[in-house]
């Protein structure tokens, strides 16, 4: 495979896939990472990949069982289950009442556990959000790709997503925001499916993206997380919640969300 | 020396005892009930898939669940759990009525040598496709044929690894790297054409 890879100019399509797909040994790794800080059009492809591998988990996740549905399976999950009901509802015959409180018994637990995975569910949403938000952040920092709204100026980036957005945001005076920190310009980007505003700030030579949503928006993420690196940041202001990521440290994203919640 | 000090204190003995019996015990096997129960959703999920209908994606997992349970001595712990019953799961579907007709139609593994996808992965055009149109992308992989699909949908969304997916499949680990390439090709084919239709 390493010889696919040196021998030709361009990356092969299995080797994009398994790049893409972490299943490339260190070495073939290595040899594609050295490839792509010299070639735009891999790197683009490999963008463009990542983005669909992300876009495929979120179409591929479309169809959950219902509570109904997750707790008949998961009471088949022991074979002994339904015999020992069996057995000691004819040990105790005389109790009527055992029955009912047996099935009510079945069913809180049925709905605690269906409570449970649907918990172990959200915590993997959250994660796939966490990726896609950082996927979103990447794809702002390629060469090549220019904001929709090219501005430093708040009075045209806010009107630029009228119409364009079912919701409005404030943006803070320039001189509100922590030092060497300036809005760059913004993007109408989809978050799990939902429109949503980024907007992109330099922090000293960093890049940091936001993500605006409605509050009401079903995401779920926690408060602060680090991912590959990148700082995600999460937070809630009047009725939006913000999303930053970015690698710049921590306490200086978590001023520029402070500073950004404030006018909210 | 040191290590024949420590355990000559009772304290520390008592200690060691505890810790040795705390590691022995999260070295048991686990059930199949705590290995099956967090995949119930999973399952489920990819059952549909493979049958595209609510109830049987349901009669799948049961049927699965139960094969599983009454397999479950041949199955060697260490081993991946997850593509062993995924393995089933695809076995029962392919042994079911749906699953019959399927095979005799698209999911015939000798078609699909056939199907004949250009070699290239994304172009430029590529690019101008909206991936962050989500509706877009769900009806491409709607419409994505089903071997195609199933390599995908085990790859991206149940999060397998290659060799995982070579058992799930039963094929070799290059058929699945090739199938993946030809599988991400063919979607994004299938979301130009979406495009094209609504320029």
Redo the contacts between chains.
């Keep these: 495979m390493t010889q696919t890879i040196q021998d030709t100019d361009h990356l092969q399509p299995n080797d994009l896939s398994a790049f893409i797909d972490g299943e490339l040994s260190a070495a073939d790794a290595r040899d594609v990472q050295q490839h792509l800080e010299t070639c735009h059009r891999c790197a683009l492809r490999v963008v463009t990949m990542t983005q669909l591998k992300a876009a495929t988990a979120r179409a591929g996740e479309r169809f959950a069982p219902s509570p109904d549905a997750l707790a008949r399976l998961a009471a088949q999950l022991r074979p002994q289950a339904p015999k020992q009901s069996q057995q000691t509802a004819r040990v105790i015959p005389l109790r009527p009442s055992f029955r009912p409180i047996a099935a009510w018994a079945a069913l809180a637990a049925a709905i605690l556990l269906a409570i449970s995975l649907i918990g172990w569910r959200e915590v993997r949403r959250s994660n796939a959000l966490a990726a896609e938000l950082l996927d979103q952040h990447l794809a702002t920092l390629s060469s090549g790709s220019t904001p929709q709204v090219i501005s430093t100026d708040r009075h045209t980036v806010k009107p630029w997503f009228q119409g364009r957005l079912p919701f409005s945001f404030n943006l803070p005076e320039p001189d509100a925001l922590p030092p060497d920190t300036t809005l760059r310009g913004a993007n109408l980007v989809y978050l799990e499916g939902q429109p949503a505003a980024l907007l992109i700030f330099s922090i000293h030579r960093h890049e940091a993206s936001v993500f605006l949503t409605p509050r009401t928006s079903s995401f779920t993420i926690s408060s602060q997380s680090t991912r590959s690196g990148f700082t995600v940041r999460s937070t809630t202001a009047a009725e939006l919640r913000l999303m930053a990521v970015s690698d710049v440290n921590p306490t200086e994203l978590n001023a520029l969300v402070t500073a950004l919640a404030k006018v909210q | 020396m040191v290590h024949a000090q420590t355990l000559a204190d009772p304290v520390l003995q008592v200690e060691h005892r505890t810790r040795y019996s705390e590691a022995h015990n999260t070295m048991q096997t686990p059930t199949?009930?705590q290995l099956?129960?967090?995949l119930?959703?999973s399952l489920?999920?990819h059952a549909?898939?493979l049958s595209r209908n609510?109830a049987e994606?349901?009669d799948l997992?049961?049927e699965t669940?139960?094969k599983s349970?009454r397999a479950f001595d041949s199955f060697q712990s260490g081993t991946n759990f997850k593509a062993w019953i995924f393995r089933i799961l695809r076995n029962t579907f392919l042994t079911s009525r749906t699953g019959i007709a399927a095979s005799r139609t698209v999911f015939l593994e000798d078609h699909l040598d056939l199907l004949e996808t250009s070699?290239?992965?994304?172009t430029?055009e590529?690019?101008l496709?909206r991936?962050?149109?989500?509706?877009a992308?769900?009806e491409?992989?709607d419409q994505l044929q089903p071997p195609l699909r199933e390599v995908?949908?085990l790859?991206?969304?149940e999060e397998m690894?290659?060799k995982d997916i070579a058992l799930v499949l039963d094929v070799p680990i290059g058929t699945v790297?090739?199938r993946?390439?030809?599988a991400?090709?063919a979607?994004?084919q299938l979301l130009q054409t979406q495009l094209r239709k609504t320029l």
Excluded: G, T
């Excluded at chain 2, 070699?119 to 994304?122: A, F, I, K, V």
């Design positions: 199949f009930e099956a129960l967090p119930l959703p489920y999920s549909f898939w609510h994606a349901e997992v049961q669940i139960s349970l070699d290239d992965s994304p430029p590529d690019h496709i991936l962050d149109n989500q509706a992308v769900n491409a992989l995908l949908l790859c991206d969304v690894k290659y790297m090739s993946l390439a030809r991400r090709r979607l994004l």
